[in-house]
């Protein structure tokens, strides 16, 4: 296993048959300037990572307002990591793929709040 994998190992626990990390399991962002700033992106890069997003838009869209709850989301994240890889060098990939922010586990779990009682 290699490290990278090891490092995203919460993130790729729902296909553990793939060799690649799983950014974005619980959907996935839009490509901005901010990445190319982050990422060091070409000009050329970021315009095609742009245009691999739209290409699937409709497809993430098509899963509901919660794409990552969908049984066919594993599939399509696992696809546009592939095209992201193919474009990124493998350092600016290794960043990119690299969580901000740990994969929750279980749902949050949401408690009202309580409405002070009136006599």
């Known amino acids: 296993m290699s490290a990278l994998h090891a490092q ?10 793939d060799t690649l990390p799983l950014p974005g399991a619980m959907g996935w962002s839009a490509f901005t ?12 890069q970021l315009m095609k990572l742009k245009a691999m997003d739209a290409g699937l838009e409709k497809k993430y869209k098509a899963m509901g307002i919660e794409p ?6 594993p599939e399509l ?3 546009r990591n592939m095209a992201v890889q193919d474009i990124l ?18 749902p949050p779990t949401i408690i009202p709040e309580v409405s002070p009682v009136t006599d």
């Open 8 to 17: 995203n190992n919460v993130a790729t626990a729902t296909l553990v048959e």
């Open 33 to 44: 300037q901010a990445d190319q700033h982050n990422l060091e992106l070409s000009d050329e």
């Open 68 to 73: 990552w709850m969908n049984e066919r989301f």
């Open 77 to 79: 994240n696992r696809q």
């Open 89 to 106: 060098s493998p350092e600016q990939y290794q960043r990119w793929a690299k969580p901000t922010t740990p994969v929750p586990t279980t």
